[in-house]
T-cell receptor, first 119, second 114 residues
């Protein structure tokens, strides 16, 4: 079973509108971290936002917010006031456990969502 | 936040040759990772680079094909050996600290094997 599922291969949004990119995850570890990255056509991976499984509040970073619904195992990224520069691939990723002295910290990525912002 | 650089940024190589990719972090980090992103695909972890010991490889990746060095806490190299066109990918280096709420990536090395 996939650990990270992004069901939207592509999304379109009008400039200045908000958009939600979906991400569901699968883990039995109570401690985990969820990440969102943006990958423009240049190929670099840009860290956007992080949500820990024990965080009480949804994470926010500027125009990015994470709609974390733990019971549903979903961590959707909301981008407000879309800009043309937001056009890129967006990847959801999970690290399990979130914190561990002996564990590994690699990220497991979803397949990504290609966002296109329309002027 | 850590700033990670990679060299080269891109290369075109002939089949059967090897390429070494360098990853430099501007601060000491405990964990460094190498990922591969094949065209149109997501990122797949190749290995965790451990300082002072052998890298830990993921299933499907072997040391003979992807030897990794990690001489200190700010630097690592990945070699893609005996390349074939199937190795054409973006290779990304990543670094972070235990318990950190961020994990940063280098800009990637775009490799084309002809």
């Amino acid at each position: 079973a996939q650990k990270i599922t992004q069901t939207q291969p592509g999304m379109f949004v009008q400039e200045k509108e908000a958009v939600t990119l979906d991400c569901t995850y699968d883990t039995s570890d109570p401690s985990y971290g969820l990440f969102w990255y943006k990958q423009p056509s240049s190929g670099e991976m840009i860290f956007l936002i992080y949500q820990g499984s024990y965080d009480q509040q949804n994470a926010t970073e500027g125009r990015y917010s994470l709609n974390f619904q733990k019971a549903r195992k979903s961590a959707n990224l909301v981008i407000s006031a879309s800009q043309l520069g937001d056009s890129a691939m967006y990847f959801c990723a999970m690290r399990e456990p979130a914190y561990s002295g002996a564990g590994s910290y690699q990220l497991t990525f979803g397949k990504g969502t290609k966002l296109s912002v329309i002027p | 936040s850590a700033v990670i650089s990679q060299k080269p940024s891109r290369d075109i190589c002939q089949r059967g040759t090897s390429l070494t990719i360098q990853c430099q972090v501007d601060s000491q980090v405990t964990m460094m990772f190498w990922y591969r992103q094949q065209p149109g695909q997501s990122l797949t972890l190749i290995a965790t680079a451990n300082q002072g010991s052998e890298a830990t490889y993921e299933s499907g990746f072997v040391i003979d094909k992807f030897p990794i060095s990690r001489p200190n806490l700010t630097f690592s190299t990945l070699t893609v050996s005996n390349m074939s066109p199937e190795d054409s990918s973006i290779y990304l280096c990543s670094g972070g600290e235990q318990g950190a709420r961020e994990q940063y990536f280098g800009p990637g090395t775009r490799l084309t094997v002809t």
